[in-house]
């Protein structure tokens, strides 16, 4: 059976939840990393919708949302426990955090990325937006290691992009701001292995002339 192909975009916060997905549930997978101004006539044929990430099973099936992606991996395989398979009532809970995530602070964190490189006077505005949800995550962390306990979760590895984004788009202001439990955090995932496997960097590639294939089998997460 072939491994499934990943076509994906490595500084994607997107793509990056997907690919720690995967990775976390030990699946082997084909990595396809592309140029969204030249996307692959394969990839288009699969879904016109032109997006990463991308998951193509053999049988033609795909999975085009990054959630998604990371459920079915660790459904398949959760070797660390991210879905905290022994607290059952977590996950409900895991499912709404990741939620206010994607739908709200997502939202405000396009705004502030925007107005900030376009100098925009706004961007203050939409800064505050997005610190609603930091921190209510500060205060999470300031309760227990992980933001749903003392162990990692599936909540931590999918929210992590989107803080590393907003992390980038006022450095200097991060480094100065008052998250002392959110900057460990942040800290302590970067240096899990397999976060820096996730963001190794490999050559675009091209149909028919090259491909990146990921076997990650034997990396360990941290504790």
Known sequence: MSS???YTLRQCPYAIRAR???LLAEINFEQRDIDLRQKPTDMLAISNKGTVPLLVFENGDYIDESLEVMIWALNNNDPHDL???QKPHY???????IARNDYKYITALEHYKADTRYHNPEAPVYRKLCESF???LENRLSQHKYLMAD???LADYAILPFIRQFSHVERQWFREADYPNLKQWLSDLYQDPIFSKAMTKYPLW???TNTQ???HNDLTVIS
């Not at 996950?91 to 955090?97: H, I």
């Open 20 to 22: 720690l997905g995967l």
């Open 4 to 6: 499934p192909i990943l």
């Open 91 to 97: 996950f409900p809970e895991m499912l709404s955090l």
């Open 206 to 208: 091209e149909s028919c």
């Open 213 to 215: 294939t990921a076997q």
């Open 83 to 85: 879905l905290l398979s």
């Open 151 to 153: 162990q990692l979760s």
């Open 134 to 136: 930091l921190f209510d």
